[in-house]
T-cell receptor, first 113, second 107 residues
């Protein structure tokens, strides 16, 4: 049981590049979410999904897209990377409906130059 | 998400003493309040949670209390040990997290 798996663990991009952060969970959880973590600002919700085919915006969605074609996978796409998107990104999942994560992935450290 | 305030932002305690972190929330419809521990460079981990139909919950050296009337909930760590040093986050229903409390346990 791997839990929540994120790839890559580290990534450096140039401004304007696009990329996809991958997230997969093997617990059959309906609820999945993406957070970014910046120093002194805690965890901020980017996008979330309550089930396959359903996604919604969180607190800071601008510049990011998500899709949920299967229960297991919830990729986060950066459309045109900006230095302000330098952060640590966490994917999370939960079996409950209430939007609160039970399990987090190990995170992706993303630097935009 | 709703506004969740967390205090203090840093907390230094002597090993063996207790640590208390307090969070307040604004949406009275919130009914679930988890706490997470994040060690340096690691993922956040759910350590304890409480639902609005319960006033207190304990798990070994950690406990959480909830005051629905005042809309605040607290994390209590007793007999602190060096491995309790970490950042602790509270959260309330609808996805709002507190900004975190950095706890340092002095040997």
């Amino acid at each position: 049981n791997a839990g929540v798996t994120q790839t890559p663990k580290f990534q450096v991009l140039k401004t304007g590049q696009s990329m996809t952060l991958q997230c997969a969970q093997d617990m059959n959880h309906e609820y999945m979410s993406w957070y970014r973590q910046d120093p002194g600002m805690g965890l901020r919700l980017i996008h979330y999904s309550v089930g396959a085919g359903i996604t919604d915006q969180g607190e800071v969605p601008n510049g990011y897209n998500v899709s949920r074609s299967t229960t297991e996978d919830f990729p986060l796409r950066l459309l045109s990377a900006a230095p302000s998107q330098t952060s640590v990104y966490f994917c999370a999942s939960s079996s409950r409906k209430g939007n609160q994560p039970q399990h987090f992935g190990d995170g992706t450290r993303l630097s935009i130059l | 998400g709703e506004n969740v305030e967390q205090h203090p932002s840093t907390l230094s305690v002597q090993e063996g003493d207790s640590a208390v972190i307090k969070c307040t929330y604004s949406d009275s419809a919130s009914n679930y309040f988890p706490w997470y521990k994040q060690e340096l460079g690691k993922r956040p981990q759910l350590i304890i949670d409480i639902r609005s139909n319960v006033g207190e919950k304990k798990d070994q050296r950690i406990a959480v209390t909830l005051n629905k009337t005042a809309k605040h909930f607290s994390l209590h760590i007793t007999e602190t040990q060096p491995e309790d040093s970490a950042v602790y986050f509270c959260a309330a229903s609808n996805g709002g997290f507190g900004a975190g409390t950095t706890v340092t346990v002095r040997a």
